[in-house]
């Protein structure tokens, strides 16, 4: 299956390192663990008995309690600043904070969407809405839905949302078809994409209510708009009430914008710049999943910032595997992927920004300028 080159570095990665530097486009040999085996479901289903077996599928529901008391002290931490801060531009430090801590709570909340804090579904459902459209303000009906079609295609054209053109073309063909401003945006959109994260905050919230006010099917519609109502008007009612006009709209600005680009920075590195599947790949479930996700190292403190997200290609085998159990889990699939020649990549952070802005920026220049004469730009 052809890729676009994903730059992949770590461990098991050398390889396709090499090949990705020596030419533009990448063949990806697709494996089936095991060696000889001819059944790569039978592979996986080897691998996922020992994780079973060695109880890594077990609920670490304390774990989540304990996150969730602390972000709730968090929280009143920040208000309680609030209210005594009164009208003070220190209140955007206060107004940081809050970014932080949402976008904490959306990482509870994507791990309750994946089964992984309860043993019970509907458990799972409601903590899961009730921190989503409660407490963050983002619909937890429509994360579901696109967040279901990510994980079971990811990196996939056509069928994976995560790819599909919005302000960033992830595909050239998409890139291609910019013109004018956008063509010059999208010749640039690797260097834009973290300035542009600021505003996806308040592309989440509008995104909330287009989906729960929107025509298609939403589970427990009237309980989200409830609690989106209560949560996006009783914040701004407070903030408004409170402080001065323009420091009102300076405080929502900047606690908008640290959590759009909080979650943002979180998710990018994760698939961004990884092989790109075409439509109608075969890849089996287990090389799908590996082969287009990224590592990201780092210790105790990582597992926190990213909320487990660093863990990407355990979180992609196991969905409903607790945070707690992934690091273990880690080590076990490193081991297996090492055995069985399935490529690992997994990168610092650091190095994950960079191949997410090289690639973006190499998929848009496929908007190049028509007018743009190749001659006279080697030579600028």
Known sequence: MTAIPAQPVGRFSSAAAAASSASPSVRIIKTRPGGGNSNP????????????????????????????????????????????????????????????????????????????????GKANDRAGRILASGIVGISYSWWMSKHSRHHGKPNQVGLDPDIEKDWISFQEKDAAEAKGIAGWLTRRQGYLFFPVLTLEGLNLHIHAFKTVFGKGKVDARWLEITLLSIRILGYLAVVFYFLPLGMAFAFVGVQLAI??????????????????????????????????????????????????????????????????????????????????????????????????????????????????????????
């Open 259 to 380: 959590f759009g680009l909080y979650m943002g920075a979180s998710f990018a590195p994760n698939h961004k710049g990884m092989p790109i599947l075409p439509h109608d790949s075969k890849a089996d479930f287990l090389s799908r999943q590996v082969l287009t996700s990224r590592n990201i190292k780092g210790g105790f403190f990582m597992d926190i910032f990213m909320g487990g997200l660093n863990y990407q290609v355990e979180h992609h085998l196991f969905p409903n595997m607790a945070r707690p159990s992934l690091r273990r889990a880690q080590e076990i699939v490193k081991e297996y992927c090492a055995t069985n020649n399935v490529l690992y990549t997994e990168t610092r952070l650091t190095e994950s920004y960079g191949i997410v802005i090289q690639y973006l920026n190499r998929v848009g220049l496929a908007a190049r300028d028509p007018f743009d004469c190749p001659m006279s730009r080697a030579h600028r």
């Open 41 to 120: 479901t039978s592979s996986y289903s080897s691998l996922l008995n020992t994780i079973k077996n060695v109880g890594l599928l077990r609920r670490s529901t304390g774990y989540y309690w304990i996150m969730f008391s602390s972000l709730v002290v968090a929280m009143g931490a920040a208000w309680t600043g609030f209210a005594l801060l009164g009208d003070s531009w220190y209140q955007l430090i206060i107004a940081a904070v809050l970014g932080i801590i949402l976008t904490q709570f959306a990482f509870l909340a994507h791990e309750a969407s994946h089964r992984a804090v309860f043993v019970s």
